[in-house]
């Protein structure tokens, strides 16, 4: 069964550009999923479809009224046919990551619930499975993170990148950040790839990768490498990069 994704936000407009480009776009005409984004304003019963309110106790700036948000989840979730995972965005969220991504792209329908202004009633957070932040700043409105996601979970599909072993490859699906890529040429202004991925030794080519990947966490991430599945020895290769990289240094 392909996945359904739905937007639910005031700019509906905004997403169809981008899902329907290259990836997104293939995995649509292949069937792996659908996307519908639902306009928050047509819940509303008013001439000027007002979907946000002032904050009670003052403050700066509009609020999105409970409302149209507790009507478009009753319309949307009571009349499919598929049961649907709810997710609204706020910095206030759980932290996004491939990990989250994996879940989702295991569910049948997947509603994304985009806020704007100053947030959203705390109340319809109710309707939530699960409120998701995509980093310690803050957007200017949940639709930028909704298509993180859903970009995030469509090439998780299989078959949506066309060869299924790429996204199984990639940074976070070991734990790991990814290994170090080239392309040709094999020497650019003076720097050479390394010899090893140009020897054709299969096996080699395997062991460099996992080095580099693991080297790579080491210095870039390593609050990655506490959940990282490595060997004693290769622990042992990362003590000596953290200590080398937090070493003195010009001297
Ligand atoms: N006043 C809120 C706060 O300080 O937590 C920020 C509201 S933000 C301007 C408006 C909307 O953008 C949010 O309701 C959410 O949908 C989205 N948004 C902003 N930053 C986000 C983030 N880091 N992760 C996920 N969604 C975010």
């Given at each position: 069964?392909?996945?359904?994704?739905?937007?639910?936000?005031v700019?509906?407009?905004?997403?169809?550009p981008?899902?329907?480009?290259?990836?997104?776009?293939r995995?649509?005409?292949?069937?792996?999923?659908?996307?519908?984004?639902?306009?928050?304003?047509?819940?509303?019963?008013?001439?000027?479809?007002?979907?946000?309110?002032?904050?009670?106790?003052?403050g700066?700036?509009?609020?999105?009224?409970?409302?149209?948000?507790?009507?478009?989840?009753?319309?949307?979730?009571?009349?499919?046919?598929?049961?649907?995972?709810?997710?609204?965005?706020?910095?206030?969220?759980?932290?996004?990551?491939?990990?989250?991504?994996?879940?989702?792209?295991?569910?049948?329908?997947?509603i994304?619930?985009?806020?704007?202004?100053?947030?959203?009633?705390?109340?319809?957070?109710?309707?939530?499975?699960?409120?998701?932040?995509?980093?310690?700043y803050?957007?200017?409105?949940?639709?930028?993170?909704?298509?993180?996601?859903a970009?995030?979970?469509?090439?998780?599909?299989?078959?949506?990148?066309?060869?299924?072993m790429?996204?199984?490859?990639?940074?976070?699906?070991?734990?790991?950040?990814?290994?170090?890529?080239y392309?040709?040429?094999?020497?650019?202004?003076?720097?050479?790839?390394?010899?090893?991925?140009?020897?054709?030794?299969?096996?080699?080519?395997?062991?460099w990768?996992?080095?580099?990947?693991?080297?790579?966490?080491?210095?870039?991430r390593p609050?990655?490498?506490?959940?990282?599945?490595?060997s004693?020895?290769?622990?042992?290769?990362?003590?000596?990069?953290?200590?080398?990289?937090?070493?003195?240094?010009?001297?």
């Amino acid at each position: 069964m392909s996945l359904a994704i739905e937007t639910l936000s005031v700019f509906p407009g905004l997403f169809e550009p981008y899902m329907s480009t290259s990836i997104m776009g293939r995995a649509r005409d292949r069937g792996l999923v659908s996307f519908s984004a639902h306009d928050l304003r047509d819940w509303t019963h008013d001439r000027h479809r007002t979907v946000d309110d002032a904050p009670f106790g003052g403050g700066q700036g509009m609020l999105m009224k409970p409302g149209p948000v507790f009507e478009a989840l009753d319309d949307l979730t009571c009349g499919g046919e598929r049961p649907a995972h709810v997710v609204f965005f706020s910095p206030c969220g759980h932290p996004y990551d491939e990990a989250a991504a994996a879940r989702l792209s295991r569910e049948s329908r997947i509603i994304l619930v985009c806020g704007r202004y100053e947030g959203m009633d705390e109340r319809v957070y109710s309707l939530a499975d699960e409120v998701v932040s995509l980093g310690d700043y803050v957007l200017t409105g949940g639709e930028l993170a909704a298509l993180v996601v859903a970009d995030s979970v469509v090439r998780l599909i299989p078959g949506a990148l066309g060869d299924d072993m790429s996204a199984a490859d990639e940074s976070f699906s070991d734990g790991l950040l990814e290994y170090a890529q080239y392309t040709r040429p094999s020497v650019y202004d003076g720097m050479r790839v390394p010899d090893v991925l140009l020897s054709g030794d299969h096996a080699a080519v395997a062991a460099w990768r996992r080095a580099s990947a693991i080297e790579r966490t080491a210095l870039w991430r390593p609050d990655l490498l506490g959940q990282a599945d490595l060997s004693a020895e290769e622990r042992e290769r990362v003590r000596a990069l953290v200590e080398d990289s937090n070493g003195p240094r010009g001297e």
